[in-house]
């Protein structure tokens, strides 16, 4: 694999400064409340094998710019809490899903459904179908009318901050936070509007071909893009905001980048190969992108001086994804290599 030195070429696609920033703590916090978030962390880290996510240092990557790590995916996380609580569950998938994903999340005991389509269809058949059956939706998306699973959900992103907190002293000045339909993002907002004593600058990372959240920043109102072609960043891969996210990030996020699947498996080998840091990092396709941001900006003065990221800076990026799907994690380990 060539040196850190082919990093100094990694660009963003877009960069986009928030001008209607202005991070309340209160104001975040009545989106997602104060209570849900320390009962989440009441409940999950009382929770069988709980681990605090760790913190780990990205001192190679600091040595040739900057940071830090963390896993996720909704439908696996609802099908193991089914099986926990011994309850039926089904899972709607689109037709872009892989056939890994869907082989995890059934060793748990779910039946999957494919649905022709993206993931909008297959949200839209889950909600058509459960309404029809009676079935009861643990979706993170909200909207108007849904909002209380999404929030809980948020509440438990939120947590990944808590553990942060108690893991280091040090101010952190930035966090790059991955986005889909945003819940995660605004979940670890609300976490650091109650767990942290400064606020850092938000950065908002999507892929290009789905920034959605870029979209209705720029816009100052929910937009709805249309995907042409499925980025490699499945998880990530929404055309239109939850409803709740966008409250809190049109004013908490200082600024909205979006990346390309170019550098994707090379940052997957990278943290793979402690080309990163000290410690061997399994990061899926969806905790490379914080990285490949992170570097974008410091290769971009215009950005960077807008979001002060300096020789100061204490960086956090939050990678939410381990090797979940196998096969993908191996292919692009090799192609990473090359
Ligand atoms: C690994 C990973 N990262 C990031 C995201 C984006 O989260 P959200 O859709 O809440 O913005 C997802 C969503 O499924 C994911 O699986």
Not at 61 to 73: E, M, R, V
Not at 84 to 106: A, H, N, P
Not at 136 to 152: A, C, E, G, R
Not at 235 to 244: L, P
């Amino acid at each position: 694999m060539k040196s850190l030195k082919s990093i100094k070429n990694w660009t963003l696609t877009k960069s986009l400064k928030n001008n209607n920033f202005s991070f309340k703590r209160n104001y975040v916090l009545r989106f997602v409340p104060s209570l849900l978030l320390t009962n989440a962390f009441k409940s999950i880290s009382s929770w069988k094998n709980y681990k605090p996510t760790p913190l780990l240092k990205l001192d190679k990557l600091q040595k040739n710019i900057i940071s830090s790590a963390t896993a996720g995916n909704h439908g696996r996380s609802v099908a193991w809490g089914a099986k926990r609580l011994g309850l039926k569950c089904k899972i709607f998938v689109s037709q872009y899903v892989s056939d890994t994903r869907v082989k995890e999340i059934k060793k748990f005991g779910a039946e999957v459904i494919r649905v022709k389509g993206d993931y909008e269809n297959s949200l839209n058949e889950c909600k058509k179908l459960s309404k029809k059956n009676n079935w009861k939706i643990v979706q993170d998306v909200s909207t108007k009318d849904y909002k209380l699973v999404p929030q809980l959900t948020m509440a438990g992103y939120s947590i990944m901050i808590k553990e942060i907190s108690k893991q280091t002293n040090q101010y952190i000045t930035h966090i790059f936070l991955q986005a889909g339909v945003g819940g995660m993002a605004a979940g670890v907002v609300t976490g650091v509007a109650k767990y942290f004593k400064r606020i850092p600058k938000i950065i908002i990372v999507e892929p290009d071909r789905a920034d959605c959240v870029l979209q209705s920043i720029k816009h100052n109102k929910l937009k709805k893009i249309k995907i042409k072609k499925e980025s490699i960043m499945g998880g990530m891969s929404c055309n239109e905001m939850s409803y709740i996210p966008w409250q809190i990030l049109k004013k908490t996020s200082n600024c909205c980048v979006s990346v390309s699947d170019r550098n994707i498996a090379k940052t997957v080998a990278m943290l793979k190969d402690k080309k990163l840091s000290k410690n061997s990092i399994i990061g899926g396709e969806c905790s490379a992108p914080g990285i490949i941001s992170l570097v974008g900006v410091c290769n971009d003065t215009k950005i960077k001086k807008i979001i002060e990221l300096n020789e100061n800076s204490n960086v956090l990026v939050i990678g939410c994804e381990g090797n979940a799907d196998v096969k993908l994690y191996k292919q692009l380990l090799s192609k990473g290599r090359k």
